[in-house]
């Protein structure tokens, strides 16, 4: 008989020892508009730091698009991106403030 009260489930890794990967491990990252935070290059120097690669341009293999906060309107990566998301594939687009948190997060 059950008698947990509280209905908590406890999950156990497999391996204790492995480490969750960061969001951009091995992903392929684009920006597009200028960031209000850093320059690209301390951006891509982040990215990198997490195991991330970056791309001039959004193609199939594109998987986050970074909307810095300092842009005109809708660029021409951010209707690529749409447009390959319209096709199915898997890319993300996000805004300057989650790309800061993602980046916050400790890199263990």
């Keep these: 008989m059950n008698n ?3 209905n908590t489930e406890v999950i156990f890794l497999s391996d204790p020892s492995e480490r969750l990967m960061h969001p951009f491990t091995n992903k392929q990252i684009v920006f597009t ?3 209000s935070t ?3 290059s301390e951006a891509a120097r982040k990215v990198r730091a ?3 690669m970056m ?3 959004v193609t199939k293999e594109t998987d986050f698009l ?3 906060k300092k842009r005109r309107g809708i660029s021409t ?3 690529k991106a749409e447009q390959l ?3 199915g594939l898997d890319i993300q687009i996000i805004d300057e403030d989650d790309f800061i948190w993602l980046i916050s997060m400790q890199n263990k």
């Design 4 to 6: 947990n009260i509280d």
């Design 33 to 35: 508009g200028a960031l």
């Design 38 to 40: 850093m320059t690209r």
């Design 50 to 52: 997490y195991g991330g």
């Design 55 to 57: 791309q001039g341009a």
């Design 66 to 68: 970074i909307l810095g």
């Design 77 to 79: 990566k951010q209707l």
């Design 85 to 87: 998301i319209s096709l």
